[in-house]
Nanobody
């Protein structure tokens, strides 16, 4: 059975940093496109960053230059380094996985339970 588990969330002040991790188990990690998503109360879930099998990442415009996604295939773990955090970044952050390249037109099929990020002004 495949599992994704996020960690590293917490509460920080505006301008602060956090590093999220997503540990995967039960899947051939190297063959999965990975993604970070977030959902704030009353808002739809939005894509934050996706990272392809061999590392190239794409980012939502609202995090470009502030967030960096990376993956360690040997550890089946993905990371999201978040700098210059703003109150608008407050949300539940989720990691997700889908088989194959990120460009493939299929939905993310595995999701973690999420980790809360709260940024105060």
């Amino acid at each position: 059975q495949s599992h994704l588990v996020e960690s590293g969330g917490g509460s920080v002040q505006s301008g602060g940093s956090l590093r999220l991790s997503c540990a995967a188990s039960g899947l051939d990690y190297r063959t999965y496109c990975m993604g970070w998503f977030r959902q704030a109360p009353g808002r739809e879930r939005e894509e934050v960053a996706i990272i392809d099998l061999d590392g190239p990442s794409t980012y939502a415009d609202f995090v470009k230059g502030r967030f960096t996604a990376s993956r360690d295939n040997a550890k089946s773990t993905m990371y999201l380094q978040m700098n210059s955090l703003e109150p608008e970044d407050t949300a539940m952050y989720y990691c997700a996985a889908k088989w194959g390249r990120c460009i493939a037109a299929i939905a993310f099929s595995y999701w973690g339970p999420g980790t809360q990020v709260t940024v105060s002004s």
